[in-house]
């Protein structure tokens, strides 16, 4: 009996799959494990690896087997997977085999080189490095361009959130704009009138971190069978659905970083770790794009874990790790430090009313640098620029501005305006699982995350890339991706 194309299809891709999930553990590894002195060889492998992979997936003979299974009688979540491999198939058949290998090549060595120009506040070290990569990323979005008849920023966008447009995006973040200026103001204004939080005062001995973070990831549910902590420059999540590797960064004069980092990365594991088993290495078995996975992350580290029920739970944990007493680490003064809204330098440190401008921020810029608008020379005085304009202050250097974040160091441009369009679907999520359960917050308050995560399973993690983002909203909270339960809930939790 013959095999259907459709199944010969399946097989294909689960090969591709195996490829591409050695080449997250590789990546993995380079970023929280691998010796200095391996950076070359490691760059050889994941050039190699990537053109493989595309081999595979730009082979001859694949368009004629996905025509030959579109005739094939599938079922929706067939027929679904066989679009979404469509669409890889798209973004893969668009850029030749020497870009692929020369982007995988640059991106990594400029990677490496971002760690030590961050370090020592070295822009020019890496300036050139960047550009060189910025020509690569611009030929990719030009010839996706011409193939799929988006402009040249659309089309990298698309690979982060399919479907995702420029000018959904400036509408969304023009609504944002209307209101959190004078939002922002107003929280700021009534804070002040309040009496300041209590410093925590350290040093908090990072082993001490550690073990509070390995507390927290009990409570949360993450599965330490398919998953592990490490230390990165950067926090990040790696690895695949059945080996999830999240890292953390530590800093012995403040713990709220490394823990809210933890719970953040958590967020994006629960989600890997939850899409469907049966459709696994398949396309439509990965996460629907990254507002949704921002969504998780953001979920958990914004959305439940900075609930007064969170902080009445945490905070004997946090006495007890610590060996502190007092006010300054009672309820009451944690909740107002996890609730102070300042504008700062940092985007992963910022609060959630100010964490929208650094999106839009960087957002702006990319585009601009996509568009050939603005070179790579010329980043850190737009960067300063568009801080002082979107939240009135001005780095001091090039660590605490452009140099900040590892994303376009490693290629990753398209990718900035899904953590606002991720905080926005959260809001909507979380509002409508603890409308539907009363029994998640209750839960939070004891520590039991097993009723959110089973809700959040079902309408969302379980989905896959079955159906579109606003689809799986729509079903899961009755609307589209909006601005309105994001701004429910600042208001609510800040001027409430």
């Known amino acids: 009996m013959s095999t259907s194309a459709y199944a010969r299809l399946e097989d294909r891709f689960r090969r591709l799959s195996a490829v591409q999930g050695a080449l997250a553990v590789l990546h993995w590894d380079s970023a929280a494990v691998m010796p200095p002195g391996g950076a070359e060889a490691r760059g050889e492998q994941i050039a190699t690896l990537s053109v493989i992979a595309h081999d595979l997936l730009t082979a001859p003979e694949l368009a004629d087997l996905m025509d030959m299974a579109a005739a094939d009688e599938l079922e929706p979540w067939q027929a679904a997977n066989l679009a979404e491999a469509h669409r890889q198939w798209r973004h893969a058949t668009a850029v030749a085999p020497d870009l692929v290998e020369a982007i995988a090549r640059q991106s990594h060595e400029t990677e490496l080189a971002w760690r030590t120009a961050r370090a020592a506040n070295d822009f020019a070290s890496l300036a050139p490095r960047l550009q060189a990569l910025l020509d690569l990323v611009r030929q990719v979005a030009a010839t996706k361009a011409e193939a799929f008849g988006l402009s040249p920023y659309d089309a990298l966008l698309d690979e982060y959130e399919p479907g995702g447009r420029s000018a959904r995006i400036d509408a969304l973040f023009a609504e944002l704009g209307d209101f959190l200026p004078d939002l922002r103001g107003r929280v700021i204004e009534r804070q002040a009138a309040l009496p300041p939080a209590l410093p925590l005062e350290g040093p908090f001995p990072v082993e001490a971190q550690r073990r509070l973070a390995e507390r927290i990831l009990d409570v949360l549910r993450f599965d330490r069978a398919h998953g592990r902590l490490d230390v990165s420059h950067h926090p990040f999540t790696g690895g695949v659905p059945d080996d999830v590797r999240i890292t953390t960064r530590y800093a012995t004069s403040d713990f709220t970083r490394s823990l809210m980092g933890v719970i ?9 770790r939850g899409l469907p088993l049966a459709w696994r290495g398949q396309p439509v078995g990965n996460a629907r794009g990254m507002t949704l996975h921002e969504s998780q992350s953001l979920l958990f580290e914004m959305q439940a874990c900075r609930t007064p029920e969170f902080i009445t739970f945490i905070a004997p944990l946090i006495r007890e790790t610590f060996g502190r007493a007092g006010d300054a680490f009672g309820e009451a003064n944690l909740r107002h430090i996890y609730h102070k809204v300042s504008p700062g330098l940092i985007r992963v440190d910022a609060d959630e009313v100010c964490y929208p401008s650094h999106v839009i921020l960087r957002y702006r810029l990319e585009r601009a640098m996509i568009a050939d608008d603005l070179r790579v020379a010329d980043l850190p005085g737009a960067w300063s620029e ?33 953590y606002t369009l991720g905080a926005m679907a959260a809001a909507q999520l979380f509002a409508a ?10 839960g939070i308050a004891e520590g039991d995350f097993k009723p959110l995560l089973g809700w959040l399973r079902p309408n969302v993690h379980e989905k896959g890339s079955s159906r579109t983002t606003d689809e799986i909203l729509i079903e899961a909270t009755g609307l589209p991706l909006g601005t309105a ?8 939790r800040y001027l409430g």
């Open 264 to 272: 953040h990365e958590t967020g994006h594991a629960q989600y890997e």
């Open 485 to 492: 339960a994001f701004r429910k809930h600042l208001e609510g």
């Open 386 to 418: 568009g801080m002082k304009s979107l939240l009135g202050i001005t780095p001091p250097d090039d660590a605490d501005g452009c140099l900040q974040d590892i994303h376009w160091p490693g290629g990753s441009f398209g990718y900035f305006p899904t």
């Open 433 to 442: 699982a603890t409308s539907a359960d009363d029994a998640i917050l209750p």
